[in-house]
């Protein structure tokens, strides 16, 4: 069936630099595309989403990009800090409301 | 911070017992979800529900059940578990409109079969 997925599994980054965490999907038919960051031990928690008829979108610290050409999704976080260390997940909100997950990247800091 | 509420935290069962995990929401959200999330890997939407007496099966063919008799409660249940059922259930819940893409979570529950 149709799914969101990852390029990379992990992603290691210097502190202080940006990160960029990127996705495909598959499904044009999303009326949103989201991004959630998922710490140890919890639940995923929400950060940013992104209507399908925008291309950019900026939250605190966090810019979201999608080039619905090549379906790609990104997601950029601006002098990442330790606490951005975390697996971070897109999904898909289709259009009968279901919300769909991706592979995720988990996010390494250097120090 | 959510107010969403999943127990027990962790449950180790042996092979054949009948199993019910709770969810609890206090936000008055009338869509409720249960992903299932295996170490590392992304969640799969295996039950979803838009309100009281409304449940559907998500993507991922599950062997449990749920029931929506209250708002508030979504409780997943498993008649028979076995060492496949091994695995983290998360419950998430959103509200209507526009908040229905945040979905808050609760901790999960590990279940191990043995």
């Known amino acids: 069936g149709e799914s969101v997925g990852l390029h990379l599994p992990t992603l290691s980054v210097q502190e202080g630099d940006n990160s960029i965490i990127n996705c495909a999907y598959s499904?044009?038919?999303?009326?949103?595309f989201i991004w959630y960051k998922q710490e140890s031990g919890k639940g995923p928690q929400f950060i940013i989403d992104i209507r399908s008829n925008m291309d950019k979108r900026q939250g605190q610290r966090v810019t979201v990009l999608l080039n619905k050409t090549v379906k790609h999704l990104s997601l950029q976080i601006a002098a990442t800090q330790p606490g951005d260390s975390a697996v971070y997940f897109c999904?898909?909100?289709?259009?009968?409301?279901?919300?769909?997950f991706g592979k995720g990247t988990r996010l390494h800091i250097l120090p | 911070e959510a107010d969403i509420y999943q127990t027990p935290r962790y449950l180790v069962i042996g092979t054949g017992k009948k199993i019910t995990l709770e969810c609890s929401q206090t936000?008055?959200?009338?869509?409720m979800y249960w992903y299932q999330q295996d170490p590392g890997m992304e969640l799969h939407l295996i039950h979803y529900s838009y309100g009281v007496n409304s449940t559907e099966k998500g993507d991922l063919s599950s062997e449990s059940t749920v029931s929506r008799i209250r708002t508030e409660h979504f409780p997943l249940t498993l008649e028979s578990a076995r060492p496949s059922h091994t695995s983290q259930y998360l419950c998430a819940s959103s509200g209507g409109g526009t908040g229905g893409r945040k979905l808050f979570f609760g901790s999960g529950t590990q279940l191990s079969v043995l």
């Open positions: 499904n044009s038919a999303s009326d949103y």
């Open positions: 936000m008055g959200h009338d869509k």
């Open positions: 999904a898909e909100n289709r259009r009968d409301d279901k919300i769909i």
